[in-house]
Nanobody, 118 residues
Framework: QVQLVESGGGLVQAGGSLRLSCAAS????????MGWYRQAPGKQRELAATITRGGTTNYADSVKGRFTISRDNAKNTVFLQMNSLKPEDTAVYYC????????????WGQGTQVTVSS
């Protein structure tokens, strides 16, 4: 059973920082792309950032220059460093990963709440 478990959400004031972590566990061969998506109340889930196994990153325009995605392949973990947070960053943040076990499936974490107060 493959699982993605997120941690690191919480309440922070505007201008502050948070770091999200997401660890994959279970039996699998490898993890391909990993990423973070977010869903604000009343809105659709949207991409925040993705990272390939080789480290190539992609960011939504709304978070460029403020968020940094990284991963530790040895620990099957992806991180999202969020700086200069704004109230509009308030959302549930979901980790996802393309995991080969043995075929590639797209997995989601349970989500972690990030709330930015003004």
């Amino acid at each position: 059973q493959v699982q993605l478990v997120e941690s690191g959400g919480g309440l922070v004031q505007a201008g502050g920082s948070l770091r999200l972590s997401c660890a994959a566990s279970g039996s699998f061969r490898s993890i391909e792309a990993m990423g973070w998506y977010r869903q604000a109340p009343g809105k659709q889930r949207e991409l925040a950032a993705t990272i390939t196994r080789g480290g190539t990153t992609n960011y939504a325009d709304s978070v460029k220059g403020r968020f940094t995605i990284s991963r530790d392949n040895a620990k099957n973990t992806v991180f999202l460093q969020m700086n200069s947070l704004k109230p509009e960053d308030t959302a549930v943040y979901y980790c996802n990963a393309d995991i080969r076990a043995p075929y590639v499936w797209h997995y989601w974490g349970q989500g972690t709440q990030v709330t930015v107060s003004s």
